[in-house]
């Protein structure tokens, strides 16, 4: 019996342990899934992840900044996640990854009546001038490791969205659930944009650093899991989301 006590005691200061480390969450200026609003955090995955903090008691603090910082410390620190992050097979053994809380579709647009017809990259290369792409996006990675001859890098969403609406360049690049907002910033509407090619689809996740400990990562796995089953993640996902596909949904609500 003094063994049995003993064990039961090391499981019940473990979990002690991993209740009482803080997490530190990053998230970026990324409406509407993340942003702040009068000095309050906002957006989609922000609420599904203070829902997460809420179900697992885990105590957490949610900051904005900078995706660099957010993207260098959730790889160098214990008890760090960054979300919303898309997952690639570039960033893979990056992380440790719940998910996805989020599914879009990373889409070219054209203007309408533009008389554009983008069928693949090769169309793309052959569109006169550059096609630009913030550096810092999955999609530029891989848009640079597929060669793309007409890549060109931008600071920011804004400054890509500003070409656009300038007749700089003819195509952008963007994720199906962030389109209006980024339209918006430089007074533009859906209506004034035509989808084109389908670059990739896009599952967003919470990227934990791989210094987590594991057994507080799967306690997250499954308190979204359990969103996902009770229909929570789902109502969350619509309210938000109302243009979303069938398909983007059933992405988003998929268990892994």
């Given at each position: 019996?003094?063994?049995?006590?003993?064990?039961?005691?090391?499981?019940?200061?473990?979990?002690?342990?991993?209740?009482?480390?803080?997490?530190?969450?990053?998230?970026?200026?990324?409406?509407?899934?993340?942003?702040?609003?009068?000095?309050?955090?906002?957006?989609?995955?922000?609420?599904?992840?203070?829902?997460?903090?809420?179900?697992?008691?885990?105590?957490?603090?949610?900051?904005?900044?900078?995706?660099?910082?957010?993207?260098?410390?959730?790889?160098?620190?214990?008890?760090?996640?960054?979300?919303?992050?898309?997952?690639?097979?570039?960033?893979?053994?990056?992380?440790?990854?719940?998910?996805?809380?989020?599914?879009?579709?990373?889409?070219?647009?054209?203007?309408?009546?533009?008389?554009?017809?983008?069928?693949?990259?090769?169309?793309?290369?052959?569109?006169?001038?550059?096609?630009?792409?913030?550096?810092?996006?999955?999609?530029?990675?891989?848009?640079r490791e597929q060669g793309l001859r007409n890549l060109y890098g931008v600071p920011t969403p804004q400054h890509m969205?500003?070409?656009?609406?300038?007749?700089?360049?003819?195509?952008?690049?963007?994720n199906s659930l962030a389109l209006d907002e980024m339209l918006a910033g430089q007074g533009m509407t859906r209506d004034?944009?035509?989808?084109?090619?389908?670059?990739?689809?896009?599952?967003?996740?919470?990227?934990?650093?791989?210094?987590?400990?594991?057994?507080?990562?799967?306690?997250?796995?499954?308190?979204?899991?359990?969103?996902?089953?009770?229909?929570?993640?789902?109502?969350?996902?619509?309210?938000?989301?109302?243009?979303?596909?069938?398909?983007?949904?059933?992405?988003?609500?998929?268990?892994?």
């Open positions: 019996m003094g063994v049995v006590r003993t064990i039961l005691a090391v499981v019940a200061c473990s979990w002690a342990a991993l209740s009482a480390a803080q997490l530190r969450l990053y998230t970026e200026e990324y409406r509407p899934l993340s942003y702040s609003e009068k000095g309050v955090l906002s957006g989609m995955t922000v609420e599904v992840v203070e829902l997460l903090i809420q179900r697992t008691g885990q105590p957490a603090h949610i900051e904005l900044v900078p995706w660099t910082r957010g993207y260098r410390q959730a790889q160098r620190e214990a008890n760090v996640g960054l979300f919303p992050t898309v997952r690639t097979p570039q960033r893979e053994r990056n992380f440790q990854w719940i998910g996805p809380i989020a599914a879009g579709q990373t889409n070219f647009y054209s203007r309408v009546g533009a008389g554009l017809r983008i069928r693949n990259l090769a169309d793309v290369e052959r569109l006169d001038g550059v096609l630009a792409v913030p550096k810092l996006w999955y999609s530029y990675e891989v848009l969205i500003k070409m656009f609406k300038h007749g700089r360049v003819q195509l952008i690049l963007a004034q944009v035509e989808q084109q090619y389908t670059l990739m689809t896009n599952n967003t996740y919470i990227a934990f650093s791989l210094n987590t400990d594991a057994a507080l990562v799967e306690r997250w796995r499954q308190a979204l899991n359990e969103m996902k089953r009770d229909g929570s993640l789902e109502r969350i996902h619509r309210r938000w989301f109302a243009h979303a596909s069938d398909e983007e949904l059933a992405q988003a609500l998929r268990v892994e």
